[in-house]
């Protein structure tokens, strides 16, 4: 057993910082392991040596909440993003018939009865509109299937916004995608803002009724990469009560080929000054990234983060926000106040 130990008042706090992850809720808002899994043939509930994540590793890793993105490949663009939805989420639920310790998030109350149950709660996104067609109808077939969360846009336009790739435009959400963000409200699922252009977050922020997240991004302000959020974006997304979760790819941790853990801390640091310890938490992206910050080679290393915050003194109660309580209350937030 490692402590690390804290001054507090008079005295000095001795904490575990591994009990503390274990003991943590832990969530982590978005990795692309699916379409990993169904590129190789391998199966959700084997330990692989290659690639970042599985119901193995997420355990090491202390993971109770995973979202598993069905990422609609360029290839499938931009007629048959539907189709190829469809076959992730046919995908996905095989994969969940044959891992009892994996339990789908479809409601509110189905994240403690997944912690009840010692189960890794998970929840089904789609990473890309072109998933959801040219119909709200198709959004409503997605959600009765078990999609709760929808990544607007990938990099390019589609038929709901632009993405970051088309910021050269100066569009944003288009009347479809008006409708989409409107009618996801009303159904209870989450709205993720990752990937879209800048007119179209803030039409997001105009748009939405209750809050949405960033899943899987980074601060602008500290690498200044088009993915990433400005500061002004991430004071709007906190005042709507959302939450950003940090990304690990190099590229938007540093700017370079290379990153380490401390540079995923130092984003998180940057949100927190910048809005407080209520609107941050872990966005791995992994299965989705070409490499890794050294230290988060896979999920299971994720209690290195929990070390560190511990080390940098950081209150317990603010730890175990970041490591998924803010992402939980949004979670149950949204899904509470949609009607089905």
Known sequence: MSWVYRARG????????????????????????????????AGLGERRQEGHLDLPRLRDGGVDVQVFACYIEPSFKPDRGLQRALQLVDFFHTQLDGCSDLYLVREAGDLETAGREGRVGAILAIEGGEGVGDHLAYLRTLY?????????????????????????????????????????????????????????????????????????????????????LTDDQIRALARAGGVVGINFAPAFLSGEGTASWEDVLRHIEHVVELVGPDHVGLGSDYDGIPATPAGLEDVSRLPVLTRGMVERGYAEEDIRKILGGNFRRVIQQVMAGGRG
């Open 10 to 41: 008079k005295g000095e706090e001795a904490i575990d910082p591994e009990e503390l992850h274990r003991d943590a809720l832990v969530v982590d808002g978005h990795c692309d392991t699916l379409l990993r899994l169904w590129q190789t043939g």
């Open 144 to 228: 009765r299937l078990g999609v709760r969360l929808i990544t607007l846009t990938w990099n390019q336009r589609n038929l709901i916004a632009d993405g970051v790739g088309e910021e050269r435009t100066g569009g944003g959400l288009s009347t479809f995608g008006v409708e989409v963000v409107r009618e996801m409200n009303r159904l209870g699922m989450l709205v993720d803002v990752s990937h879209l252009s800048e007119p179209g977050f803030w039409h997001v922020v105009e748009v939405c009724r209750g809050p949405f997240v960033a899943s899987h991004s980074c601060c602008r302000a500290l690498c200044d990469h088009r993915r990433n």
